[in-house]
């Protein structure tokens, strides 16, 4: 459990950093980077707590929220020690959504529920914190253009549960499924892998 909660919080770190890139490339005043931080790095968990009638987290932790103060903190002052804005987005939120991916299942497999839901949760829990960051700074959310992100957190999830019931020790089990999160993302971007669109075949016959 404690190993859970160490994934927990350098998720919410991770998160936190990619609400503030996203905010401060939105040039948002010091109180919007702030809940853009806070919305990111608690908003998929905070979900998964109410579908799964648990206490909300960061409710009863305030660990999260200095953790998130923290970051942001840290974030908006070496802002331009961290790169290029774009480039660092990717990195933080990519880490956020392989770490959260972990204890979405973690807590759906502690709580007794069918694997395909613990898939749900953890894939939930990674991303709709970066859906209501890019909602409340007028973006399209990832998860629903054609870049694979979901389908990383699936892939991610669907390894976690399956390696869960093996002798491997948890330890293991969470760097094989955080990794494979990563991998995947990382080559979708590098090849430009995406999910067919059903658009094309549409505007191709709209133009002929």
Known sequence: MKLILIIDILGTIAFAISGVLTALNKRLDPFGIL?????????????????????????RNLTFVYVIFGSTIFAVIFRKRLGYIRRSLFLFDTI????????????????????????????????????????LCNEIPIIFRKE??????ILGASAYFLLHNTPISEDFIVIISGSIVIIVRLLAVYFNLSLPSIYRKEVDETMS
């Open 35 to 59: 809940i853009i931080a806070f919305v990111t790095a608690v908003g998929g968990g905070t979900l998964r707590d109410i579908l799964i009638d648990a206490n909300v987290a960061w409710m």
């Open 96 to 135: 956020g959504i392989a770490l959260y991916t972990i204890v979405g299942v973690e807590k759906g497999i502690a709580a007794g529920f069918h694997p395909i839901i613990c898939v749900a949760l953890g894939t939930m829990t990674a991303c709709f914190g970066g859906v209501l960051r890019d909602i």
């Open 148 to 153: 694979i992100y979901a389908t990383a957190c």
